[in-house]
């Protein structure tokens, strides 16, 4: 997915819920799909590399446009992605990562 295509899908959830609320809704999509991955049904990248990700160009997004919103969802999905990451290491669903935090 491209940048201005991520920026027009969750900018406007995060506006209209809040931070919460979107970080609810964000962890309930990624619930989703871990079920799809249990299944065998799950195409793509698995739901933390993907918010990790979309937090990468949430940063490129604050660092043209300077909108302190886009930097406090990048934060949003960062803590997203480590709890989804937390999850899937207990479910024995992945390995061990370097991006992500392992002591806690």
Do not use: C, W
């Not at 900018?11 to 999509?29: D, H, M, R, T, V």
């Not at 065998?40 to 446009?65: A, Q, T």
């Amino acid at each position: 997915m491209s940048i201005d295509s991520i920026k027009q899908e969750y900018f406007p959830k995060y506006i209209a819920n809040g931070e919460q609320k979107f970080y609810k809704s964000i962890l309930l999509l990624a619930l989703q799909e871990l079920i799809l991955i249990q299944k065998g049904s799950f195409k793509g990248n698995p739901p933390h590399i993907k918010y990790l990700d979309f937090y990468d160009m949430f940063i490129v997004l604050y660092r043209r446009e300077g909108n302190e919103s886009y930097i406090k969802i990048a934060k949003i999905l960062r803590r997203a992605a480590h709890k989804i990451y937390r999850v899937m290491l207990k479910k024995n669903m992945t390995k061990k990562n370097i991006r992500f935090l392992n002591l806690i």
